[in-house]
């Protein structure tokens, strides 16, 4: 009875914390820390890109206030920074939502029959729903976004959807077919609406702009931001922001590793004044944490084309800390694989990192033009993961433009700085004079490219 009554007390002095832990030495430190700035780095990020999207005073490209849609009206150019890795084959519709509150309700229209997807990421940049012509189909209607711990009256025969986070990011895509679709794109997203449930079904009350904070950098992108952050403002905005966002129910793992240097939910942290081992062990972790994540992209399996496959996992990451993060410095907002693949061309059929320093061709026979229900595309990046500019103002060449099939049905797309010349422009997809990479997109993939039946050819140097 003795022992059992010991087992009991010991059992329950660790589950209170009240057992006794050995001193944090700077290794252990800096190892926690690794693993703590790759879990805190999506969330730090999402609260930066935040930041920027909504200091603003009216809806404007991408930027709106809080509970605001934004509209994209054109294709993003090489000037876009707010987002790494744009698209430039949809109309985004941003809206940054917070519904700690209050529910927001949000009105979808009748795209009839375009493909569109209204994807909501908690500030983790999980994809917890996507609404739109896979999900819920093209008819438009309305669902209601609630908070973690809202528990009211929805009005009868209205969607709920629950954010695990306060707060949380839309970043929606309307299929946009080149310049001459913009005006037909204008009049959906007009469609679009978010309305706070306590206005719902009242007259649109214009509300107060809100003031710009002069404090927030708005010419530095946001993943710059966070690279450029000191280590004590990075574990403090990520303390500050799990008081509103919880971690997600299996997470338990790495926030138990994070108690031993002090960085708990809820709790504000202060770096200074942590013992001096954990002080040195995240200084360093920082640094480190950050350029592996950077360097994920050199460990992506290849294909023995050369493309890289992102993965499976993108839009719901689970437990997979680092990709997830990878995938916020890479591509922040990106779908989930059903809605959309992102197969990367970082290096040529050889294995050679790609560079404007020479041309390429990419052949697809008849029978492998990308396999995707609602379209495909192929996307130029500069080695900054932005759009670089060229004469033609094209960033992406795909099916919905003009493209100039083979007599057999093949097709070749010219990669190249220089133009290939009149006869071969409309497949040409401009390059910068130095490193660059490439996405193909393929929204609604067919099974085939999903269970990987079909992988992309490879990208040829042409001598």
């Known amino acids: 009875?003795?022992?059992?009554?010991?087992?009991?007390?010991?059992?329950?002095?660790?589950?209170?914390?009240?057992?006794?832990?050995?001193?944090?030495?700077?290794?252990?430190?800096?190892?926690?820390?690794?693993?703590?700035?790759?879990?805190?780095?999506?969330?730090?990020?999402?609260?930066?890109?935040?930041?920027?999207?909504?200091?603003?005073?009216?809806?404007?490209?991408?930027?709106?206030?809080?509970?605001?849609?934004?509209?994209?009206?054109?294709?993003?150019?090489?000037?876009?920074?707010?987002?790494?890795r744009p698209n430039a084959d949809t109309l985004y519709s941003s809206l940054w939502f917070d519904v700690g509150k209050e529910p927001l309700v949000l009105t979808l229209p009748n795209?009839?029959?375009?493909?569109?997807?209204?994807?909501?990421?908690?500030?983790?940049t999980d994809v917890f729903a996507t609404l739109g012509t896979r999900t819920t189909g093209n008819d438009g209607g309305t669902a209601a976004i609630v908070g973690p711990h809202w528990n009211g009256t929805l009005p009868?025969?209205?969607?709920?959807?629950?954010?695990?986070?306060?707060?949380?990011?839309?970043?929606?895509?309307?299929?946009?077919?080149?310049?001459?679709?913009?005006?037909?794109?204008?009049?959906?997203?007009?469609?679009?609406?978010?309305?706070?449930?306590?206005?719902?079904?009242?007259p649109d009350a214009a509300a107060a702009a809100p003031t710009p904070?002069?404090?927030?950098?708005?010419?530095?992108?946001?993943?710059?931001?966070?690279?450029?952050?000191?280590?004590?403002?990075?574990?403090?905005?990520?303390?500050?922001?799990?008081?509103?966002?919880?971690?997600?129910?299996?997470?338990?793992?790495?926030?138990?590793?994070?108690?031993?240097?002090g960085l708990v939910p809820g709790q504000a942290f202060d770096l200074a004044k942590a013992d001096p081992a954990v002080q040195r062990g995240l200084t360093r972790a920082a640094a480190d944490a950050y350029q592996r994540i950077v360097a994920r992209r050199k460990a992506l399996p290849i294909t023995?084309?050369?493309?890289?496959?992102?993965?499976?996992?993108?839009?719901?990451?689970?437990n997979d800390?680092?990709?997830r993060a990878f995938i916020g410095f890479a591509g922040l907002g990106a779908l989930p694989p059903e809605e959309a693949i992102y197969p990367m061309a970082p290096f040529d059929g050889d294995g050679k990192p790609l560079t404007g320093a020479s041309n390429y061709v990419l052949?697809?026979?008849?029978?492998?033009?990308?396999?995707?229900?609602?379209?495909?595309?192929?996307?130029?990046?500069?080695?900054?993961?932005?759009?670089?500019?060229?004469?033609?103002?094209?960033?992406?060449?795909?099916?919905?433009?003009?493209?100039?099939?083979?007599t057999d049905g093949s097709l070749d797309l010219y990669i190249q700085n220089a133009s290939p010349g009149a006869a071969k422009e409309a497949n040409w997809l401009p390059a910068p004079t130095g490193p660059f990479t490439m996405n193909l997109r393929l929204y609604l993939p067919q099974r085939a490219a999903t269970d990987g039946r079909w992988t992309p050819p490879p990208v040829k140097r042409v001598p």
């Open 1 to 84: 009875m003795k022992s059992l009554l010991a087992l009991v007390a010991l059992a329950t002095a660790f589950l209170s914390g009240a057992a006794s832990a050995a001193p944090v030495t700077e290794d252990e430190a800096y190892m926690i820390g690794i693993e703590a700035y790759t879990y805190a780095y999506p969330l730090v990020l999402m609260e930066t890109t935040r930041r920027v999207s909504t200091n603003t005073g009216a809806p404007g490209r991408m930027r709106a206030p809080v509970n605001h849609f934004a509209h994209m009206k054109a294709y993003p150019d090489a000037s876009f920074k707010d987002v790494v």
């Open 111 to 124: 795209t009839q029959g375009r493909y569109h997807v209204i994807p909501l990421m908690d500030m983790w």
């Open 156 to 202: 009868k025969g209205m969607r709920m959807v629950r954010s695990p986070t306060d707060m949380g990011w839309i970043i929606g895509r309307i299929q946009t077919n080149g310049a001459a679709d913009y005006d037909h794109i204008h009049m959906l997203q007009a469609g679009l609406k978010a309305t706070p449930l306590s206005r719902w079904g009242k």
């Open 213 to 261: 904070d002069a404090s927030v950098d708005m010419k530095t992108p946001p993943v710059q931001q966070v690279a450029q952050m000191a280590p004590g403002a990075f574990f403090a905005s990520f303390a500050d922001l799990m008081k509103r966002n919880p971690p997600h129910a299996s997470d338990y793992a790495i926030l138990l590793r994070m108690e031993r240097i």
């Open 304 to 318: 023995r084309n050369g493309w890289g496959a992102i993965g499976s996992t993108v839009g719901v990451y689970g």
């Open 321 to 323: 800390y680092l990709a």
């Open 363 to 406: 052949h697809f026979e008849k029978d492998q033009i990308p396999p995707a229900d609602a379209f495909w595309s192929l996307t130029m990046y500069g080695e900054d993961q932005f759009f670089v500019a060229n004469p033609i103002d094209r960033f992406a060449i795909g099916d919905r433009d003009k493209l100039v099939f083979n």
